[in-house]
């Protein structure tokens, strides 16, 4: 165990670098309480959904040992992730979820369906103002200390990404409705707790109001992040 009573890391750290992780970007809702399509509403100059999905390519250019999953059935995000895919080939791929209305769980089990992975990390795509430093962080903390899992908080309050290891594939695989994974990492041991850079990084919009409390602290207009298409 470690100072802070994690167990200490199983694998050196020369190690780290070959174990695989699959990072899979929840985009498949449009969001009810919204009122409209909230993935596309534009923030900040680009649509929602973007900001997550240029911070984890940030990701896929820092960290080799990385993949990407998104799931989502909208035609723009697809041809978003289709023309990302160009440049990335297979470090990319796009599942369409079965019944995602039903709830996340089916997103879930969509994005763990698309390939095999030592760490699994999960980011819903209504959370603009996360950045990819912040996910670095988990990741190599997760990784580096040989911790069963992870998450993102501030002062105390969990929040996304939140990251898995391979033991807990039959735990999410046996996730129903619209119950998230995040509450099998809660009060176990061996667990990564990171903060975030601020409070506006684990913000997730499901109204209108929630952009205008937002304001511009996240995504200010004019300074997008990312690929810059």
């Not at 979820?97 to 994005?111: L, N, R, T, V």
């Not at 580096?144 to 735990?171: I, M, Q, R, T």
């Amino acid at each position: 165990m470690d100072g802070n009573g994690r167990v200490q890391s199983a694998h050196p750290k020369g190690r780290c670098a070959e174990l695989k992780i699959r990072m899979i970007y929840l985009a498949a809702g449009s969001g009810k309480r919204f009122g409209q399509n909230k993935l596309l509403w534009e923030i900040g100059g680009k649509p929602m959904y973007r900001y997550g999905l240029d911070a984890l390519e940030q990701v896929l250019v820092a960290k080799p040992n990385t993949c990407l999953t998104v799931v989502s059935g909208q035609e723009r995000i697809r041809e978003d992730v289709l023309a990302r895919k160009e440049k990335w080939g297979e470090r990319i791929c796009l599942t369409v979820p079965a019944d995602s209305e039903k709830g996340i769980s089916y997103s879930i089990q969509a994005g763990l369906g698309s390939g095999r992975a030592d760490y699994y990390l999960f980011l819903v795509a209504d959370q603009p103002g996360i950045r990819a430093e912040t996910i670095l962080r988990l990741l190599e903390e997760v990784v580096l200390a040989g911790c069963d899992g992870g998450f993102v908080e501030w002062e105390g309050e969990s929040g996304n990404p939140a990251v898995f290891s391979a033991k807990f594939l039959p735990a999410l695989w046996a996730l129903e409705g619209d119950r998230g994974g995040k509450r099998l990492l809660l009060d176990r041991e061996n667990i990564c707790k990171v903060q975030a850079g601020s409070r506006q990084e684990l913000w997730d919009i499901d109204e209108k109001k929630d952009v205008a409390e937002m304001g511009s602290v996240a995504c200010p207009p004019g300074r997008a992040e990312g690929s810059g298409r």
